[in-house]
């Protein structure tokens, strides 16, 4: 390496640490336990002409990688000649910020020696913004809420106030909401601040050379990856649970010889509920699984993602168009990386691993519709709770953990003091990971109750009820998620919306990941030491491991 390749590589790794500076302030700024507690969020820097050059490590692929393009798209509504310092742009149109209203994008220029040197942007998600809320029930997209279109949030620091009061006027919680997005600006101006305080460090008054080194670099490198990959095409089709009948997604995965394509042609058709995703979100969370096994030790930027393509045809289920609803798009966007792993294994069938869990397991909660005639004060919230991932070729799947999303599990003290909820019980919930030479991750069991006199609104949007994680190379499928009320017959299905009177108790079970490889494969020692923590049963020990325990 040169001495100017050393000195650019000292710059990069900077820029990664001031994009997590930038991120954390949101984090700590933020209002809402949706973004201060679970990390939903972006940050990340950009150049000028839009490309990303790094992200921030806090945050979900669907906010990371749809600002990578949104970012684009800004730029090309609004003059960068004209930009001033304290400039500030916002949206939430999810077919440009991240596939749903609830979150909400903004750019900023950022300025060094009197001109624009190159943009910083974040997403953080809102926890209302009026409509029908934070559910599936939504006929098209003007049940769900506001939707903003590309605007001015600042003019040279100058607050738009019109446009936040009527954020404000549409939302069950505007003080959350307002702060969230004074939470966002202020990510904008650190990222902005310390960038150019960088640039004054290390005496450059010009991003251009270190954007196209790290670009270049990075895109080389995946395309390296790629090379090295078996080359042609596999397909592959998922049985999602859907919201009234269960739908395909079908996938086909091409490897080239310097790009990777995958297409969603075949894919069920949208629905008239609010779980269909724009092909801006199933982009993001298709392209960051591919590179979880591709090129994965290689930063997240404009270069190591620009060889990765993804088509679907017009108004399939992964690429709804407006005016469909699209509120819980994550509950099948967050399903494509399971999807396209089942076309990478049968190229790379000892890198990938089992299906998981993978559709967070929200639960959106708010007043019920009475309670403000009684006088009691509106709320939502949105928790956030997760399953087990699949086991990989060579190591167990984590339990209650987030992926593909990556979000962190809301917290029971958190959400107690933000939400009339009351928890009872969030355990692991034993024989859950699919069995296997490496068992699948274990889901969790919560038990809560409205904690007042009033019942509350429970908003449902998970999959993995009916269809749950199929296991890898012989090893076993994950159990279901299951959703029910103490002392009522039967379960709740999956999607819909739901009253929890008080008095009653939600017992909300999320599934547990897929196995890999054959049970009996499974080392004694670490039957035995599955059985001592309470993850596997004796009576499963026994009967599918087949050791004494």
């Known amino acids: 390496m040169t001495a100017h390749n050393t000195t650019l590589q000292i710059m990069w790794n900077r820029l990664l640490a001031v994009v997590e500076e930038q991120g954390q302030a949101l984090v700590r700024a933020a209002f809402s336990p949706i973004v201060r507690e679970c990390g939903d969020i972006s940050a990340g820097i950009f150049d000028l002409q839009g490309r990303m050059l790094a992200q921030a490590v806090t945050g979900t692929p669907g906010h990371i990688n749809t600002m990578a393009e949104a970012v684009k798209t800004l730029l090309g509504r609004f003059d960068v000649s004209a930009m001033r310092p304290g400039d500030i742009y ?9 596939g749903h209203l609830n979150d909400f994008l903004l750019l900023m220029p ?3 020696e009197g001109r624009v040197a190159g943009f910083t942007a974040c997403t953080s998600h809102l926890v209302d913004l009026g409509g029908l809320g934070m559910g599936p029930e939504g006929s098209d997209i003007y049940d769900e809420g506001l939707l903003i279109p590309p605007c001015k949030l600042a003019d040279a620091g100058e607050v738009n106030a019109l446009l936040m009061e009527i954020v404000k006027a549409n ?13 966002l600006m202020a990510c904008c101006e650190a990222g902005a601040t310390r960038l150019s305080g960088m640039m004054q460090e290390f005496g450059i008054s010009d991003l251009g050379p270190l954007a196209d080194y790290i670009i270049d670099t990075s895109y080389k490198a995946t395309v ?49 509920k609010g779980i269909n995703v724009p092909l801006n979100y199933a982009t993001a969370y298709t392209v960051f699984a591919l590179r979880c096994i591709i090129g994965a030790e290689i930063p997240n930027n404009a270069g190591s993602l ?28 967050q399903m494509t990386p399971d999807l396209v792993f089942g076309c990478l294994t049968q ?78 019980k969030r355990a692991l919930l034993a024989d859950t990971g699919g069995a ?18 009033e019942d509350i609104m429970l908003f449902l949007s998970v999959e993995r009820v009916r269809n749950p994680a199929r296991g890898r190379q012989g090893g076993g499928d994950g159990a279901p998620g299951r959703i029910r009320i103490r002392g009522h017959d039967g379960d709740l299905p999956g999607k819909g919306t739901f009253r929890i009177s008080a008095g009653q108790t939600l ?33 499963a020990a026994k009967e599918i491991y087949g050791r004494d325990v």
């Open 90 to 98: 916002m949206t939430n149109d999810p077919w440009i910020a991240s």
């Open 110 to 112: 950022a300025f060094h």
């Open 171 to 183: 939302s069950r919680e505007p003080v959350a909401n307002e702060g969230d997005i004074y939470a």
């Open 224 to 272: 390296e990856e790629i090379a090295a990959l078996p080359k042609g095409t596999w397909r592959n089709v998922l049985t999602c649970d859907g919201y009234d009948a269960d739908v395909d997604l079908h996938a086909t995965l091409t490897i080239a010889e310097d790009h990777v394509t995958v297409d969603f042609a075949g894919s069920a058709a949208c629905v008239t």
């Open 306 to 333: 620009a060889p990765f393509r993804v088509t679907a045809p017009k108004g399939c289920i992964l690429n709804a168009h407006p005016p469909s609803p699209v509120a819980m798009r994550h509950t099948l966007g």
């Open 347 to 424: 190229a790379l069938p000892d890198r990938v691993p089992a299906e998981g869990a993978s559709c967070m397991y929200d639960l959106p909660l708010r007043h019920a519709p009475e309670a403000i005639e009684r006088g009691h004060a509106p709320f939502a919230v949105e928790l956030v709770f997760n399953g087990g991932t699949g086991a990989r070729p060579a190591s167990d799947g984590l339990s209650a953990t987030a992926y593909p999303s990556g979000v962190w599990g809301s917290q029971i003290e958190t959400t107690e003091a933000a939400a009339p909820v009351l928890f009872h």
């Open 436 to 453: 296997g030479r490496w068992r699948g991750g274990m889901g969790q069991r919560i038990e809560l109750s409205p904690a007042g006199e």
């Open 507 to 539: 017992i909300f079970d999320t599934p547990g990941g897929g196995g890999f490889g054959p049970a009996d494969e499974r080392a004694a020692e670490k039957v035995q030491r599955d059985a001592a923590e309470g993850l596997v049963s004796a009576q």
